[in-house]
């Protein structure tokens, strides 16, 4: 019983395993993640697509749409006009689509919105959307579905949406005849793309600007005194700046319907496409949940529309299981590329934060930007008629629900347009991942344990009293007697007094040392709570730098917002990487021991680990990214000691690879690489200044996106990525003694 209650038995040989083998078990750890990943992409580690909601009865309808030759008359007229009145200008025909919906006996609204471009030097941009509601007759009001198409004009770099909006009405048209419909339907055509997208569900939702106070897309509250007091501070033009409550003001909205089940975003530019791509990312990486995917994926098979998704087409069967297993696998990396990001790739994604299922139907030709997919020559256009089918079943399938989608998958990978990967297959990556920092994390903690010295056998302590026992036995000689007799007669008293005072001031001394050295071995928690605070500090200080550079820069240089935000957030990098190893001397009277760094690295290890689980429980792309970037990071970071010599070589490449994973030195260097390999052609110094180019957009762009649209890939990356990775190179530039 006494083995099994002592807490330390068999601990030591535990500890002793563990220390020997905790560096080979981590890289096994991260290697098996990696070859797991890769595994999901072959079919034997997948599972096909079903539906989960019998409600929606998929395909079990009559298709009774007849409208492609008004769709057509629509999309002729709008041409028409477009280019008659709005050919020179980026304004939406409000008037037309007005009239238009009108005459289809829908209600008719417009909504009015207005956004103060936070970095933008007072810029501000209005908006206008036009909606339609179709009331259901079987019903009071209390569900709707939307029918939502971005308006782009003539000029926009973009694909133009003009028969998308004339699908839309002649969809209107087909349903405003029918009795069947159980839910509310609106119409509604978006100016300025996601912008007005997320000024309209916010009016819809009631999250309006007032004047005291602010519900912003974070979630928290902003008083305008407050920001009127801080624009004092540093002068009048700060004010479009802090005042975050003049950010985008929503409006408000004159008719609105109930509880939106689900919706459906249009990108169609022609009347005749090649095939549908099917778009599902949303904003911070969200996704709509599967069976309104697989109900987009199933209605056009069977109306006869070829469909895909990122490198998956549907009307492609690989012979080869290598193949297939490739296709796969560049599949859900495709997937990946478009979450991590966090931005919607269509107006379908800003309908998730508020808990509803939404995709986007774009349409392709042969010539189209994305690029040729194989036999895109051999298919068969699609028209209006066959889009118009699709359309009505699927809004037909909708409109069966009793409730909202909550059966199948809201976190998934797509594999193919018919297979998928759960929540559960694709966890076990992420998860030895994050196991192989706290593993590393755990063989830290252990070493710091005092090795407790092995107990004496009970032989040893047997044959040692025995030796004593002889040794009193033998009798000592007469010689010995006298020399020890005469000794004690020649030394004087104040000889011994001497001796005496000595051996205590010795042991005082002695004993002085001793509490010096526990004092300097003592772990000092303030210390370790106030750099880790220090450092967390500065991270959110880089979160709302932008604002200063893009005014300084703006004021001081005459250089735009994003020309300002990037260089001034390298002069802070820079500034942080020679400043922050002398942060550790802060708040101390004396340099940081071993124990003190030791305790540092496991909580560094623990952070991130639960960063990489905490993003992938929401994006499993960004949480996947991070912790492939930071693990090696994290087990080649170590404390070094004065006294154990270590390669300068290694220490190098050490610090190196550390400076290449800082948040801004890595976006740079993926979008140098992404350039390079986009345009093969191009100078290798033209390469790194288009790659420079664009990570200065894509700062730009997460920051203004973090600001209107709540997206957190900014405010992660310096707040929470930062701080670690100054923590590490803070360790890799510090020398223990010891």
């Keep these: 019983m006494g083995l099994l209650s002592d807490p330390e038995y068999g601990s030591m040989r535990f500890i002793k395993v563990l220390k020997r ?40 309808v009559t298709n009774e749409f007849n409208g492609e030759q008004t769709a057509k008359q629509y999309h002729n007229e709008f041409l028409q006009e477009l280019e008659d009145k709005y050919e020179d200008t980026d304004e939406m025909p409000v008037p037309w689509l007005v009239a238009k919906m009108s005459q289809l006996h829908l209600e008719v609204y417009t909504h009015n919105f207005t956004l103060n471009y936070p970095l933008g030097q007072g810029q501000v941009f209005k908006g206008t959307n036009v909606y339609g509601i179709l009331r259901a007759p079987r019903t009071s009001s209390l569900e709707a579905l939307v029918l939502t198409v971005p308006y782009r004009p003539l000029s926009s770099h973009q694909k133009g949406t003009t028969a998308g909006v004339a699908l839309m009405l002649a969809f209107a048209q087909f349903a405003r005849s029918k009795n069947y419909w159980a839910k509310d339907i609106i119409f509604l055509v978006t100016e300025h793309e996601q912008l007005g997208m997320q000024a309209w569900l916010e009016a819809y939702h009631g999250l309006q600007s007032n004047p005291g106070t602010f519900y912003t897309n974070l979630g928290s509250f902003w008083k305008s005194t407050d920001s009127e007091r801080k624009s004092k501070k540093f002068g009048s033009g700060f004010d479009s700046w802090l005042d975050h409550s003049r950010c985008l003001d929503p409006g408000t909205l004159k008719g609105r319907s109930g509880s939106i089940q689900a919706a459906i975003n249009l990108e169609f530019h022609t009347p005749k496409i090649k095939y549908i791509e099917v778009k599902v990312e949303g904003l911070n990486g969200q996704l709509p949940n599967l069976d309104l995917v697989n109900l987009v994926h199933k209605l056009c098979v069977k109306s006869g529309i070829y469909h895909s998704y990122k490198n998956s087409y549907a009307w492609v069967r690989h012979r080869n299981n290598m193949d297939a297993w490739m296709n796969g696998i560049w599949t859900m990396l495709g997937m990946m590329s478009a979450q991590i990001a966090g931005v919607p790739n269509g107006n379908h994604g800003l309908f998730h934060r508020f808990g509803i299922e939404a995709v986007t139907l774009e349409g392709r030709e042969a010539d189209d930007p994305a690029g040729n997919p194989p036999r895109i020559h051999q298919l068969t256009p699609s028209n209006f008629y066959r889009l118009g089918t699709a359309l009505e079943s699927i809004f037909r399938s909708l409109n069966n629900l009793l409730e909202r989608f909550h059966q199948s998958y809201f976190f998934y990978l797509l594999a193919a347009t018919d297979r998928f990967i759960s929540i559960g297959q694709y966890m076990p990556s992420l998860c030895l991942l994050c196991g192989a920092m706290l593993i590393r994390a755990l063989s830290l903690w252990v070493s710091l344990q005092k090795d407790e010295e092995p107990e004496k056998n009970e032989t040893e302590i047997t044959d040692k009293k025995n030796e004593d026992d002889d040794d009193k036995d033998v009798e000592p000689k007469n010689e010995d007697i006298v020399h020890e007799g005469l000794r004690k007669r020649i030394v004087k008293p104040e000889t011994a007094l001497k001796q005496d005072t000595k051996m205590k001031e010795e042991k005082q001394l002695s004993e002085r040392e001793s509490k010096k050295d526990v004092v300097e071995d003592s772990i000092s928690v303030v210390s370790i709570g106030a750099n880790y605070f220090l450092v967390h500090l500065i991270g959110l200080g880089v979160m709302n730098s932008p604002v200063i550079f893009s005014y300084i ?16 957030l390298i002069c802070v990098s820079a500034l942080i990487a020679v400043i922050s190893p002398f942060l550790l001397k802060l708040f101390r009277n004396r340099p940081a021991n071993r124990e003190e760094l030791t305790i540092i690295n496991i909580l560094l290890l623990i952070e991130m680990a639960t960063l990489g689980v905490s993003l992938g429980m929401h994006n499993i792309s960004l949480g996947l990214c991070v912790c492939a970037l930071y693990t090696p990071l994290a087990l080649f970071v ?14 190098f490449c050490k610090q190196c690879l550390c400076l290449l994973l800082h948040p801004l030195v890595t976006l740079t260097a993926c979008m140098m690489v992404y350039s390079r390999i986009l345009f093969p052609e191009e100078a290798i110094l033209g390469a790194l200044s288009r790659g420079r180019d664009a990570a200065m957009q894509a700062i730009m762009f997460s920051i203004v996106d973090s600001l209107i649209y709540g997206n957190w890939l900014f405010n992660v990356a310096t707040t929470v990525l930062l701080p670690t990775w100054i923590i590490s190179w803070q360790i890799l530039c510090n020398t223990v003694a010891g």
Excluded: M
């Design 553 to 568: 820069g703006a004021k001081y240089f005459d250089q735009p917002s994003e020309v300002s935000v990037y260089y001034g």
């Design 21 to 60: 083998i905790h560096y080979p078990l981590c890289f096994l750890f991260y290697i098996g993640a990696l070859v797991w990943f890769f595994l999901l992409g072959h079919r034997e580690f997948n599972n096909d697509t079903y539906f989960s909601e019998n409600a929606l009865l998929p395909g079990l």
């Design 638 to 651: 170590a404390v070094r000691s004065k006294d154990v010599k270590e390669r300068s070589i290694v220490v």
